[in-house]
């Protein structure tokens, strides 16, 4: 197969308000700094992806037009909070088919006016949802709020040093910080839960022959060993319609389908990016995943591990080390987006080689991807 790698990466802060505006600003922002990264211009790239995910987001075709008018390809590729995730995986598909060999890929997107698109369609709104889904594992493995909230403050202290990061907190995170933060679905509080938000990121995706139209000098490219994606397979009391994040063996396939593509076991991996909306989330996909047997995560986290220093204390990856969606923010699209930046940020900046992004899409749909760090 034709390796793909990340070369650069740009982002706007991500925020409830926005000094650019409208999403179209956003995107371009965005796709100006990964192009210079990589020392480009518009009219070097052989096609443009867009991933986006709410419906009052401009449409790609028009995101395009703020960057030049050379005739490429512009795709539009829309799968809830997997929207991201989804354009690198259908950028890589076509780069691997021998149609490209330098791709921007952007995520974007805007806040609605509207209600939540999920309760919007008659469904109850994800911190319930979420809610009941901590209850029962509450009631099921003995899980406490604490544990929820040393999960949620962790990710608030990455996103301390992360500087497009919506959660900036003044001083390091603690766990009482999270359990006074505002109830919002018992035994969920504010801290505990993503925001709906503002942001856009780009990537610049080559091939090697693309590698060698690089102008930049750079030193170290993330290279993307597997993507697999996937939607949900019928099971015993299997709810058909509704579904946030799909039954969990969604997770634990596309797990099992991204480590074999990229000829790869769990114990390689050093971070991990994943669709952490939620404490509980996080703490169900350190299981999910295959990180922990099951009900066995919650004394993994009262320890310490899956936080700073991880892998040196326990042989198990830090997770949601730019804050993930409680600390970064979850702006929808750019979601997916951001964790292959900071696969790239972390291959150039820690001793990571190896790296797991793992996004889900309300209906639902799963991606993972495998990164390695490549020195030039």
Known sequence: MT????????????????ALGSGRKLAREAG???????GLRYADIDALYCGVAMPTSPAAVLVGKEFGLTGIPVVQVTNASASGLAAIHTAVDAMQAGRADLVLVLGYDVPTNLD??????GFLPPPALFGMWARRRMHDVGTTVETLARIAAKNLNYARSIPFASRKMDAEATIEDVLASRPVADPLT??????WVYGASAIVLATQAGLERIKAPIKTVARIDATEFQSEVIGPFHIIE?????????????????LARAGRSLDEIDCVQIHDAFAIEELMYYELLGFADDGAADDLVDKGAFGPGSREKFGLPEFSTDGGLIGRGHPGAPSGVF???????????????VSLCHMLGAGSTSLAQIYSRKDL
């Open 116 to 121: 939540d698109p999920i309760a919007s369609q």
């Open 339 to 353: 964790q292959a930046m900071e696969s790239l940020r972390r291959f150039r900046e820690t001793e990571d080689r």
């Open 190 to 195: 504010a801290l505990m839960c993503t925001q």
């Open 3 to 18: 390796d793909v790698f990340v070369v650069s990466s740009g982002a706007v802060p991500v925020s409830n308000k926005h």
């Open 242 to 258: 509704g579904a946030i994040v799909g039954p969990p063996e969604i997770t634990r396939s596309i797990s099992k389908a991204v």
């Open 32 to 38: 100006v700094q990964a192009l210079n990264g990589a």
